[in-house]
């Protein structure tokens, strides 16, 4: 198990380090666009759009994955994933925001757990044999959910009003 788990443990740190940013994104976005003066239905807007962006992601998740493979499928969402986030901050705009959120939901949420989890566990199923699988899917759930619960950690280490 151990060679294993180190042979997927980039992995499960990048998934780590993906879900963190998300859930930290989920407070930051809220915060700014309570402080640039959005409307509590346009916050909620951000919020649908960003589930309805996950919803449509699961459709399309298995065959991204099955035409251009585990590693570039979890490199391409990523760098999508990155580049939305700091699109954030070119303008601050509710409807251009709520259009981020769509795109996020996509990518991160239709294509993290539609998709990066189907790239993440396909890819850990792949590697896995039949007696440790279940305890590497574990590992992975453990990763995923300590990385949305450090995420909103590092809310309070910045200010919400800038880029």
Known sequence: MRPLLLSVMSLLTSL???LAGNSLQ???LALRAESAGFS??????????????YALGTLRAPVFVD???????????????SAVVLAHGLWVEPYFWIGL?????LCFAGLCFAGLATVVESWLNAKATREVRGQLLAIASIAAIL????????A??????GL
């Open 16 to 18: 780590s380090i993906l």
């Open 26 to 28: 989920f407070v930051i």
């Open 40 to 53: 509590l239905t346009v916050i909620g807007a951000m919020t649908t759009t960003y589930y309805l962006g």
């Open 67 to 81: 035409r251009f493979g585990h590693i570039r499928a979890f490199a391409a969402l990523s760098s999508i994933i």
């Open 101 to 105: 959120r769509f795109i996020t939901g």
């Open 147 to 154: 990385g949305y619960a450090v995420g909103p950690m590092f």
């Open 156 to 161: 309070s280490l910045g200010s919400v009003d």
